[in-house]
């Protein structure tokens, strides 16, 4: 069993910067690929962005790349979304999940696990 822990979610304004922090359970974290994705009211759930277990490969939404880095950190078992110029439209509930087969993908429903959610709010 694998538990997520999301964190790092608030309000900002236009332009600001947030890091998002995942905190996960699981022996094997080292080998899980983990993802990002998002959530606006009334909207489907959306890919932000994903690593895979080597870190050898990361992927983002075209909305996002260039603005948001996604890191992990093995030793610690955490992943991170860094979020910079933010802007109105990333406003969203953002979740962190993981997949136990290490790859990295841009499609929820190849993840085994997800976390809560952390709100993120971007005001104009």
């Known amino acids: 069993q694998v538990q997520l822990v999301e964190s790092g979610g608030g309000l900002v304004q236009a332009g600001g910067s947030l890091r998002l922090s995942c905190a996960a359970s699981?022996?094997?974290?080292?080998?899980?690929?983990l993802g990002w994705f998002r959530q606006a009211p009334g909207k489907e759930r959306e890919f932000v962005a994903t690593i895979n277990w080597s870190e050898s490969s990361t992927y983002y939404a075209d909305s996002v790349k260039g603005r948001f880095t996604i890191s992990r950190d093995n030793a610690k078992k955490m992943v991170y979304l860094q979020m910079n110029n933010l802007k109105p439209e990333d406003t969203a509930v953002y979740y962190c999940a993981a997949k136990l087969d290490g790859s990295s993908s841009m499609w929820w429903n190849e993840y085994d696990y997800w976390g809560q959610g952390t709100q993120v709010t971007v005001s104009s």
């Open positions: 699981g022996r094997t974290f080292s080998s899980y690929g």
